[in-house]
Every structure is written in structure tokens, then in C-alpha cells.
């Protein structure tokens, strides 16, 4: 998979893809990060991407110009599935979004900013509006990271237990069962028995329940649309 990012903070977006998971992923091979500075897309003498709103109004609009011509640049060298943009109107992120998107070859995401784009990148070039919850970000940047991030990590060969993410909270509309690692008595409190019983079977359907009750009384809502 590849991943491209256009945003006018790219600096922004250097610390999540450079540790860890996200950034195994990349030395192995099995996605390409590329992180876009949308101000090298302007042709103004400033430099500039955003301009007043027409019509008055506080906020500042990102401009249509760079970023049509940062996304037909891309595109002049690969076929992009999704052209997704961040902002806290769009559709709520969610795992069967992550997985939906994590099947894709090329995915583009522009990061919104300010007081948002020119509605004519949305109506023309955006083929999915994502946000990440209903709150207000700064901008877009840390809901993309957010999303290559629950992306990423579903492409096989990412996690080194290539069964983990299918027992992750939400991949089969549950949360996830409670863990414990050693000692198995901390300050009196004791390890559930059956977790060091050994009994496969009887440690399963545990984890099973636990995930039912912990669904039932955090999330109710989650086997709805909540
Ligand atoms: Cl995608 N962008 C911004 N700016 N704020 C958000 C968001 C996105 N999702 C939730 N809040």
C-alpha cells in the first residue's frame, strides 16, 4: 500500500510514522508513507495557500489552486482508490472504515485546515470525508495520522502475530477482554484462576464473556451505531 498526505504542516506528520509499528511497516516494505508540503504547490510569490472566505467571515479557506495541483502532480504517476479529507464533519471513523480502507492500493488524504478548503475540492476531488470523532482538531493533520494509523496496522505481515488484529476491541463488534501479565498476585489482588489454568477452551469462553459484559456495560451502543 501506499499512503500520500498533503498538508501545510508536514512537520506535523513526521513523529507518528517514524517509531514503532508504523514505522516497521515501512522498513518492511508493506506501505509507503509520503508526506506532501501543499505550500510547494502554490505558485504565489508567499507562498501562499489560504486566502480570506468570499463572502467575509472570520477564517481563513484553503485555497483550491495548490491543492488541485498537488493532487494531479500525484497522479499523473498512480491511480489513487480514495481521496479522503479529514474534517470533523465528515463520516465517523470507524474499524470497518479502517478495514474498507486497508485493502486499498493507493489511498490520498488531504489534511483540512483552518476555517476548511474551498467547497469545490470537496464536490470535485474528494471521494470521502473522514473525521475522527465529534470534537474540533486544529486541523487535520493528527485525525490523518490517526487514520493511516488504524489502517496501516490491518495490512498483513504489519503485526508480528498476524492474528492480533483480528482479536482487537471492535473487529467483531465487541471490546476487548481485560489482560494480565505477571505477578500473578499484585498487593492482593489476584490474577483471574482460569487465565493460569491452561484450560484453552475454558479461557476462551472467559474472554468471550468478559468481552460481552464489558461491551453491555461500556458500549452498549456498539452492536447498534453507537
Ligand atoms: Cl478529521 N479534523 C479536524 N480538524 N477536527 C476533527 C476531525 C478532523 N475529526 C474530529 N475532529
Known sequence: MRIDIITCLPRLLEGPFSDSILKRAQNKGLVEVHVHDLRAYSTDKHKRVDDYAYGGGAGMVLMVEPIVRCIRALQEDREYDEIIYTSPDGKPLTQSVANELSIKKNLLILCGHYKGVDERVREHFITREVSIGDYVLSGGELAAAVIADAVIRLIPGVLSDETSALTDSFQDGLVAPPVYTRPAEF????????????????IEKWRFEQSVQRTNKRRPGLLGDD
Open 187 to 202: 498487593e492482593g489482588h489476584k490474577v483471574p484462576e482460569v487465565l493460569l489454568s491452561g484450560h484453552e477452551k475454558n
